[in-house]
């Protein structure tokens, strides 16, 4: 059984930084993504940044050069680095995988996901 499970969420004032970090156990694929996505209060979910099993980052446009997504395979753990945080970086962020290796940022592909860890941005 995949499990997913997100850590690292806060509150920060507009200018900081917050790491997350989600650990995975329970998959072996060959081919994957793994992604960060968001919902702020009364949003839909957006895709955020995804890393591909092998190795290649993709960013919304609204993140890049902001966060930096990373994996740690001997841990089994996906990180999202945020820096420079807005107050429209506000939601619930939640981690995910995609076992197809085909959805960079579309989540009609990840079939597995955490809870979510809260980020909280004041301007």
């Known amino acids: 059984q995949v499990q997913l499970v997100e850590s690292g969420g806060g509150s920060v004032q507009a200018g900081g930084s917050l790491r997350l970090s989600c650990g995975v156990s329970?998959?072996?694929?060959?081919?994957?993504?793994m992604g960060w996505f968001r919902q702020a209060p009364g949003k839909g979910r957006e895709g955020v940044a995804a890393i591909g099993s092998d190795g290649s980052p993709r960013y919304a446009d609204s993140v890049k050069g902001r966060f930096v997504v990373s994996q740690d395979n001997r841990k089994n753990t996906l990180y999202l680095q945020m820096n420079s945080l807005k107050p429209e970086d506000t939601g619930m962020y939640y981690c995910?995988?995609?076992?197809?290796?085909?959805?960079?940022?579309?989540?009609?592909?990840?079939?597995?996901w955490g809870q979510g860890t809260q980020v909280t941005v004041s301007s």
């Open positions: 995910a995988a995609d076992p197809s290796g085909r959805g960079s940022l579309n989540m009609a592909y990840y079939h597995y």
């Open positions: 329970g998959y072996i694929w060959n081919t994957y993504y």
